[in-house]
């Protein structure tokens, strides 16, 4: 990847500028056709650190960087079973995998884990999530197939839609809309789970259009992107404030009716039954293609956080 900028930790979206992004994208485009027995990083060990349940991150990850030739080393329940449960800091853990290994694939419960990593590994940390902070490299991957998918990310209306206030895959691709031009952004949440103030000051400081929405069929045939989110069960302080969120907004076959034809539906993943079953076999059911391109995103960090890319 050639960028303006080199990142050698990746913990927020707001270490990326347009031409990174381009950049990134543009080496994404390549590792989709990389030829078998290319292994550009041969001899490089990846270690993967989720102190929170994983299928996507984790796997894609690993994937990326055996596909590139290196090879992965991986704690996949680190707060039962890494020395965490002894009472070992995340400082201290990449501390030491650090040592082990050239670059650390990082996810944890409490937001701001990844900058302390950050500020104390030896090596590059990417962040694959950070309680309800961020996920820099979902947003990434995001814009990346909503590139892939229309041809474009500017002079796009995106419904960012369910779990806006601990959904921190919508936090992150909200943010990262900061380097697009033309964007309208519309949040449709249930009223316990809105869009943070930070980020909709975010957004104001920048000059990206948004609005909050209430009813989801008004707002379908107007955008061009539904980016759908599960409600996060985990983070409610109580069964009832979950229930009480869940279930608002359904992406179904009656809501795929009011959706123009050229239209997408995006979701981080997992779904629980925020998007029905039925609305798998339409082609603007793009989220089975969205979590493919991570592996073509995460190779292209790696390249690049590994330093060697083009
Ligand atoms: N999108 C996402 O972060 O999925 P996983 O939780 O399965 O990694």
Redesign the pocket.
């Known amino acids: 990847m050639t960028a303006t900028v080199t990142i050698r930790h990746v913990v927020e979206v707001g270490q990326f500028d347009r031409a990174g992004i381009e950049a990134l994208f543009a080496a994404a485009d390549r590792m989709r056709d990389l030829p078998r027995g290319q292994d550009p990083l041969r001899g490089h060990l990846l270690a993967t650190i989720f102190y929170e349940?994983?299928?996507?991150?984790?796997l894609s990850f690993e994937a990326a960087m055996l596909r590139l030739g290196g090879q992965v080393l991986s704690t996949e329940n680190a707060r039962e079973f890494s020395s965490a449960i002894k009472g070992e800091s995340v400082e201290d853990t990449v501390r030491i995998v650090g040592g082990y290994a050239d670059a650390i694939v990082l996810r944890h419960h409490e937001q701001g884990a990844a900058h302390r990593a950050a500020a104390v590994s030896p090596v590059p940390i990417l962040n694959?999530?950070d309680g309800p902070g961020e996920?820099p490299t979902?947003a990434l991957l995001d814009l990346y197939t909503i590139r892939h998918e229309l041809g474009r990310i500017d002079g796009l209306r995106v419904a960012l839609v369910g779990d806006l206030r601990f959904g921190r895959?919508a936090r992150s691709l909200a943010r990262l809309f900061k380097l697009t031009r033309g964007t309208e952004l519309l949040f449709v949440s249930p009223p316990a789970v809105p869009m943070g103030a930070d980020v909709r000051a975010e957004l104001d400081a920048a000059g990206v259009r948004w609005r909050e929405e209430t009813d989801l069929a008004a707002v379908l045939p107007e955008v061009d992107v539904v980016y759908q989110t599960r409600i996060q069960k985990e983070r409610f302080a109580t069964p009832a404030e979950y229930e009480a969120a869940r279930g608002v907004y359904v992406v179904d076959a009656a809501a795929l009716a009011r959706l123009g034809p050229g239209a997408v539906v995006l979701h981080?993943?997992?779904r629980v039954d925020e998007i029905a079953v039925e609305v798998d076999a339409d082609p603007r059911a793009a989220y089975f293609r969205q979590a493919r391109n991570g592996v073509f995103v995460r190779m292209a960090l790696l390249e690049h956080v590994l330093g060697a890319g083009a």
């Open positions: 349940p994983s299928t996507r991150t984790r694959a999530g996920h979902q895959t981080p993943l997992p």
